[in-house]
């Protein structure tokens, strides 16, 4: 199981199956995306934004949103499903399959969701983790379209929700509330499916003690992990202040240190808007400060610390972070200290 930074979507196998069997290839939903093939076998797996644009892509295809929404919600084959997906297919009823929905949406943002039970309604609210901006229109008709099919296909029943509203128009409006059963507002402030609280206390036909016990292990371990892992960010500047004293760290350099190509880590970097430059600067810039507060190391060994061949080259970028030498920056600093600690 892969987890997935905040930047980065791995769109499953089974996505592209379903595509498939109603007819579009691949390389038509890529073209219309603009979009290079190969990035979908990249591990790191697409931007956001790229996710988006497939998205959309499809829906332009379709041409129909209506249309798309109900027929990828219903044309997914359960044989196709992520772990993620199966351990809520095979749970033991419609509100545990919701809940490991809530919690395992966190191992492939953008899409997150929030669930709350109050009086006779479950609401589930879509929201979007990461992401500059909301998704598409047919991303969110098939996000809470999915989790309705979830119970009817769990349960065996034709369940209805109770309510269904959209920020975004939604085409045939009529033709979605007969999908969904129950009434649907268009232009409303948050995109958010309303369930009949009673229907959460199904059983599923489908419950599987046996896989859910190999599943969730591993589904929690790996949704511990990446809540524990560094951003590519923090890896980055941790890479570059190791490597700064007499050496010249560069992007090569510190993406096979992160085992990614240099057009991941630019692309990653861009998405959390910086650049390798930038955080090379920070880092020097941090750590100049640090050893300048060593009043054991001279001014010389600092600039070899932080990288640069030359004092002049040090003294140059330093009046450019602090509007001072460090020598005058270090006085300042000592005298700070010292009147602190009487």
């Not at 630019?266 to 880092?283: A, C, H, I, M, P």
């Amino acid at each position: 199981m892969t987890s997935h930074t905040s930047d980065s979507v791995k769109i499953p196998q089974g996505f592209w199956s379903g595509l498939r069997e109603l007819g579009f290839s691949v390389q038509e939903i890529m073209s219309q995306a603009q979009l290079p093939l190969h990035i979908i076998e990249d591990a790191e797996g697409v931007t956001n934004e790229q996710y988006f644009a497939i998205w959309q892509a499809y829906s332009d295809l379709v041409g129909d949103i209506t249309l798309a929404i109900i027929k990828l919600s219903t044309a997914f084959d359960t044989a196709h499903y992520p772990p993620s997906m199966l351990a809520t297919y095979h749970a033991r009823d419609y509100r545990d399959a919701l809940n490991r929905m809530v919690q395992y949406k966190r191992l492939c943002p953008p899409e997150h969701l929030l669930m709350t039970e109050e009086g006779d309604r479950c609401l589930i609210e879509l929201n979007w983790q990461y992401a500059k901006q909301s998704g598409p229109a047919l991303l969110v008709g098939i996000t809470l379209a999915t989790l309705l099919e979830l119970g009817r296909r769990g349960t065996g029943k034709p369940l209805n929700a109770k309510h269904v509203e959209f920020t975004y128009p939604m085409g045939d409006t009529k033709l979605l509330e007969a999908y969904f059963g129950c009434p649907i507002l268009v232009g409303a402030e948050c995109n958010r499916l309303t369930l009949h609280r009673s229907d959460l206390d199904h059983s599923f036909l489908s419950y599987n003690e046996e896989l859910l016990e190999i599943l969730t292990p591993v589904l929690e371990r790996t949704l511990e992990e990446q809540q524990n892992s560094p951003s590519i960010i923090q890896s980055v500047k941790w890479i570059l202040s190791r490597s700064l004293a007499g050496g010249h760290p560069d992007m090569k350099s510190v993406a096979r240190n992160l085992m990614v190509s240099e057009r991941t880590l630019q692309r990653r970097l861009t998405d959390e808007g910086t650049s390798f430059k930038q955080l090379l600067t920070v880092v020097k810039h941090e750590r100049a400060l640090e050893y300048l507060a060593d009043p054991k190391l001279e001014i010389k060994e600092v600039a070899f610390l932080t990288g640069y061949e030359d004092q002049n080259s040090f003294y140059r970028a330093f009046r450019l972070w602090e509007g001072s030498t460090p020598s005058a920056w270090r006085v300042k600093h000592m005298s700070s200290a010292h009147s602190l600690a009487r």
